[in-house]
């Protein structure tokens, strides 16, 4: 089952703040996009407010994260992006649905 981390970060105000947020979001994307049972790893910016973004994590399994947290970037992402944060990451973890047996019969 595919194991999904959804994290949301919100910029501090400040457009030097925002491109930089933005930079490191576009530079973690194509590193860790190339990491071991990745299957995606997605950045996005808000349309309506220039300070959210948010990373859209896709992994094989839930251990597949061992070669995200195995990185060596991942120990430059934090202490460059929290400074630059209104608000800690809100991160979230989720399985994505598959099909279940007889689930259907809950629709009629």
Do not use: C
Request: aromatic share 12%.
């Amino acid at each position: 089952m595919v194991y999904t981390i959804v994290v949301h970060l919100r910029a501090k105000p400040g457009k030097e703040n925002i491109a930089k947020v933005h930079a490191k979001l576009n530079e973690a994307s194509a590193i860790y996009s190339k990491d071991k049972e990745t299957i995606s790893w997605f950045v996005m910016q808000s349309v309506h407010d220039p300070q959210d973004f948010t990373i859209v994590e896709r992994y094989e399994n839930e251990g597949s994260q061992k070669y995200h947290l195995g990185n060596p970037y991942w120990k430059t992402f934090d202490p460059f992006v929290i400074p630059l944060l209104e608000k800690p990451m809100d991160l979230r973890r989720f399985e994505e649905l598959g099909p279940v047996e007889g689930e259907e019969t809950l629709l009629k």
